[in-house]
């Protein structure tokens, strides 16, 4: 089993730019694909990025396509998503998800992962 930590939320300004980490424990996490989501309250958790499980192919929605970039260290144990040009309707609680039989295009196509971390709050101001 995997369990999932979500780090570097914060407020910035539009125009910077935030790294966050994905940070796993379980030794399957090198072998399962991480996307990333994000929820705005009272919304529905809406995809970002998915990166496969060895990091060669990734997906993203294009409202951050040029923007965002998904990677990941599988000896790390880490994913992560670069988030360059922010906007303030980029303005959410962002989830790292996986699940043990998903795949990048998967996530990329609606499925929704059932291992989640508990979110990282990212707020973009004008």
């Known amino acids: 089993q995997v369990t999932l930590r979500e780090f570097g939320g914060g407020l910035v300004q539009a125009g910077d730019s935030l790294r966050l980490s994905c940070a796993a424990s379980?030794?399957?996490?090198?072998?399962?694909?991480v996307g990333w989501f994000r929820q705005v309250s009272g919304n529905e958790r809406d995809f970002v990025a998915a990166i496969s499980w060895n990091g060669d192919t990734t997906y993203y929605t294009d409202s951050v396509k040029g923007r965002f970039t998904i990677s990941r260290d599988n000896a790390e144990n880490t994913a992560y998503l670069q988030m360059n040009s922010l906007k303030p309707e980029d303005t959410a609680v962002y989830y790292c998800g996986t699940n043990i039989c998903t795949t990048a295009q998967r996530m990329y196509g609606g499925e929704i992962p059932n291992v989640w971390g508990q979110g990282t709050m990212v707020t973009v101001s004008s």
């Open positions: 379980g030794r399957t996490f090198s072998t399962v694909a």
